[in-house]
Protein backbone atom coordinates (compact mmCIF):
# COMPACT_ATOMS: atom_id res chain seq x y z
CA UNK A 1 0.00 0.00 0.00
CA UNK A 2 1.73 3.55 -0.70
CA UNK A 3 2.02 6.06 1.76
CA UNK A 4 -1.03 8.29 -0.04
CA UNK A 5 -3.08 5.29 0.15
CA UNK A 6 -2.27 4.73 3.56
CA UNK A 7 -2.65 8.18 4.39
CA UNK A 8 -6.30 8.44 2.76
CA UNK A 9 -7.12 5.07 4.86
CA UNK A 10 -6.14 6.14 8.21
CA UNK A 11 -8.13 9.44 7.44
CA UNK A 12 -11.75 7.68 6.68
CA UNK A 13 -11.09 5.73 9.82
CA UNK A 14 -10.42 8.66 11.43
CA UNK A 15 -13.95 10.32 10.32
CA UNK A 16 -15.53 6.87 10.77
CA UNK A 17 -14.61 6.85 14.62
CA UNK A 18 -15.38 10.82 14.92
CA UNK A 19 -18.95 9.65 13.13
CA UNK A 20 -19.73 6.62 15.64
CA UNK A 21 -20.33 9.37 18.63
CA UNK A 22 -24.21 10.26 18.39
CA UNK A 23 -23.03 13.50 20.25
CA UNK A 24 -20.76 14.20 17.53
CA UNK A 25 -22.87 13.93 14.74
CA UNK A 26 -25.19 15.97 16.73
CA UNK A 27 -22.84 18.76 16.69
CA UNK A 28 -22.04 18.50 13.38
CA UNK A 29 -25.97 18.69 12.39
CA UNK A 30 -25.96 22.08 14.34
CA UNK A 31 -22.93 23.34 12.91
CA UNK A 32 -24.31 22.46 9.75
CA UNK A 33 -27.50 24.17 10.52
CA UNK A 34 -25.93 27.02 11.95
CA UNK A 35 -23.21 27.95 9.96
CA UNK A 36 -20.61 28.50 12.76
CA UNK A 37 -21.04 28.43 16.71
CA UNK A 38 -18.94 28.66 19.71
CA UNK A 39 -18.36 25.70 22.04
CA UNK A 40 -21.01 27.96 24.51
CA UNK A 41 -23.35 28.02 22.26
CA UNK A 42 -23.08 24.44 21.16
CA UNK A 43 -23.48 23.10 24.65
CA UNK A 44 -26.94 25.63 25.22
CA UNK A 45 -28.54 23.03 22.68
CA UNK A 46 -27.16 19.88 23.80
CA UNK A 47 -27.46 17.83 27.28
CA UNK A 48 -24.32 17.95 27.90
CA UNK A 49 -21.24 20.34 29.39
CA UNK A 50 -19.40 23.08 27.38
CA UNK A 51 -16.01 20.57 28.54
CA UNK A 52 -17.58 18.26 27.04
CA UNK A 53 -18.85 19.79 23.96
CA UNK A 54 -15.02 21.27 23.31
CA UNK A 55 -13.92 17.41 24.12
CA UNK A 56 -16.03 16.14 21.02
CA UNK A 57 -15.04 19.12 19.12
CA UNK A 58 -11.86 18.14 19.43
CA UNK A 59 -12.55 14.99 18.03
CA UNK A 60 -14.31 15.62 15.31
CA UNK A 61 -11.22 18.59 14.37
CA UNK A 62 -8.80 16.00 14.63
CA UNK A 63 -10.79 14.35 12.17
CA UNK A 64 -10.78 17.11 9.39
CA UNK A 65 -14.93 17.09 10.32
CA UNK A 66 -14.20 20.95 12.11
CA UNK A 67 -12.22 23.59 12.33
CA UNK A 68 -12.06 26.61 14.82
CA UNK A 69 -11.16 30.01 14.22
CA UNK A 70 -10.45 32.42 16.73
CA UNK A 71 -12.45 35.45 17.26
CA UNK A 72 -11.62 37.97 19.77
CA UNK A 73 -11.83 35.46 22.95
CA UNK A 74 -14.11 32.92 21.06
CA UNK A 75 -13.39 30.35 19.23
CA UNK A 76 -15.74 29.63 16.30
CA UNK A 77 -16.33 26.35 14.96
CA UNK A 78 -17.68 25.26 11.45
CA UNK A 79 -18.06 21.98 9.17
CA UNK A 80 -15.43 21.36 7.02
CA UNK A 81 -16.76 19.25 4.24
CA UNK A 82 -13.72 17.59 2.56
CA UNK A 83 -12.91 14.69 4.56
CA UNK A 84 -16.72 14.11 4.53
CA UNK A 85 -16.55 14.12 0.78
CA UNK A 86 -13.33 11.71 1.12
CA UNK A 87 -15.08 9.32 2.98
CA UNK A 88 -18.53 9.65 1.00
CA UNK A 89 -16.44 8.84 -2.04
CA UNK A 90 -14.65 5.53 -0.44
CA UNK A 91 -18.25 4.51 0.70
CA UNK A 92 -19.35 4.47 -2.92
CA UNK A 93 -16.46 2.64 -4.28
CA UNK A 94 -16.63 0.34 -1.69
CA UNK A 95 -20.48 0.10 -2.29
CA UNK A 96 -19.68 -0.69 -6.07
CA UNK A 97 -17.36 -3.15 -5.00
CA UNK A 98 -19.80 -5.31 -3.26
CA UNK A 99 -21.94 -4.40 -5.78
CA UNK A 100 -19.62 -6.14 -8.89
CA UNK A 101 -19.20 -8.96 -6.39
CA UNK A 102 -22.59 -9.74 -5.70
CA UNK A 103 -23.51 -9.72 -9.56
CA UNK A 104 -20.54 -12.26 -10.12
CA UNK A 105 -22.32 -14.73 -7.52
CA UNK A 106 -25.56 -13.79 -9.42
CA UNK A 107 -24.28 -14.92 -13.01
CA UNK A 108 -22.17 -17.98 -11.30
CA UNK A 109 -25.44 -18.77 -9.56
CA UNK A 110 -28.06 -18.62 -12.62
CA UNK A 111 -25.12 -20.99 -15.02
CA UNK A 112 -25.39 -23.26 -12.13
CA UNK A 113 -28.82 -23.50 -12.08
CA UNK A 114 -30.28 -26.59 -14.56
CA UNK A 115 -33.00 -25.35 -16.98
CA UNK A 116 -36.41 -25.33 -15.27
CA UNK A 117 -38.19 -25.50 -18.33
Aim: charged residues 25%; glycine residues 6%.
Amino acid sequence: MTDERRGAVEAVGSVLVALADPMRRQLLDLLAAQGEATATTLAERLPVSRQAVVKHLAVLDAAGLVSGSRVGREVRYAVRPAALDATARWMATLAADWDRRLANIKRVAEAAEPDSR
